[in-house]
């Protein structure tokens, strides 16, 4: 009997701590929670992120902080958040830019995809080939042409060397065989004004920077990113009718460190899965020129593999260096 009570006591012991574990996840947030936002205020990253905190704020009764911390190409942030603890309480506001990085810098302290736990994916917003109104060629299969007939001679603007702005146009180049002179900037604005000043000719941004622009006819879309026609701009074709499996977007999600309890994770993703089912955060996604993209961690997951993958290959083939 004695033996039988000492194993009841040790068994009783070691369940103590994930009982303890899995009752804080159920109860979780007891506490404000960050969320490292790895670009400047208001940029697309920053207002998306402000609309899930301020919805995750309303629904579990804790604040969601949004902190901003802009550098190094999203790289500062994410490993801020790789170092905390993994209790959820710091989250991570994760872009195209993670994925990106993974190949574009040879030594990072951390490995995105083993160090970060995908909780949730937010939104996908497709980009826009543009041009000056008066460039010469006024559609895709006409700039190819032009390009084509006039090598290293159209400059291709970017928001810098590695962007997802910069990658579009490489991988543009790649599948049609032309050669563009890119001329990178310190960020969209700065690309813009050029172009929108005739001094570039060209630019593959992502769709919420440049829509203004277009409706006001002070840039021409060639075509969109995405694999089908948008609502924002129902006249311009995807860029995939003319050069087959053409296919490029923003998305963003919500990822925190890894070992993170299963049962914070699982809370986050069904709360935000509500959130983008909401028809009010549906709107304001539209606004930022996005479409929700729910799923489970493991579609995230998923996600996340799979265009680390594909934009390796793109920055490998073209030989993509950062400063």
């Known amino acids: 009997m004695k033996r039988r009570s000492l194993l009841g006591l040790a068994l009783g012991a070691a369940a103590v701590p994930l009982a303890s574990r899995f009752a804080g996840a159920i109860d979780y947030p007891t506490r404000p929670v960050r969320v490292l936002v790895p670009f400047l205020p208001g940029s697309t990253s920053d207002t ?16 969601f902080v949004v902190e901003s911390r802009p550098g190094a190409a999203g790289n500062m942030a994410t490993e801020a958040v790789v170092r905390a603890p993994p209790d959820g309480y710091t989250l991570l506001l994760v ?50 042409a032009y390009a084509k ?18 990658l579009a ?45 277009i409706k006001a006819g002070k840039l021409l879309p060639l075509g969109v990113t995405a694999t089908k026609r948008l609502d924002l ?18 998305w963003l999600g919500i990822g925190a460190p890894r070992n993170t309890p299963a049962e914070v994770v699982a809370k986050l993703n069904n709360e935000i899965n509500a959130a983008l089912a909401d028809p009010k955060i549906k709107a304001q996604l539209a606004a930022l020129g996005g479409t929700p993209l ?9 996600l996340i593999a799979g265009e680390t993958e594909k934009w390796g290959r793109v920055i490998r083939t073209a030989g993509i260096k950062v400063e």
């Not at 998306?48 to 704020?57: C, N």
């Not at 007939?149 to 910069?166: D, E, I, L, R």
């Not at 002179?181 to 920077?209: I, K």
């Open 95 to 144: 872009t195209l830019s993670n994925a990106l990085n993974a190949t574009l810098y040879e030594s990072l302290n951390f490995n995105f995809i083993r160090d970060i736990a995908p909780v949730a994916s937010l939104m996908r917003t497709p980009g826009v080939m543009e041009v000056n109104p008066s460039f010469p060629a006024k559609t895709v299969p006409e700039f190819i």
């Open 169 to 213: 146009g490489a991988l543009f180049m790649m599948m049609t065989g032309i050669d563009m002179v890119h001329v990178p900037y310190r960020g969209s604005p700065a690309a813009l004004t050029d172009l929108l000043g005739g001094q570039v000719q060209v630019m593959f941004d992502n769709l919420p920077t440049s829509i203004e622009y």
């Open 233 to 250: 701009l129902p006249d311009v074709p995807p860029l995939a009718d003319f050069v087959p499996g053409y296919e490029t977007s923003l």
């Open 48 to 63: 998306l992120a402000r609309v899930i905190g301020q919805w995750l704020s309303e629904r579990l009764g804790q604040s």
């Open 149 to 166: 007939a006039n090598p290293h001679k159209v400059t291709m603007a970017s928001a810098g060397n590695g962007a997802s702005s910069h």
């Open 294 to 302: 729910p799923g489970s961690p493991a579609d995230f997951s998923k």
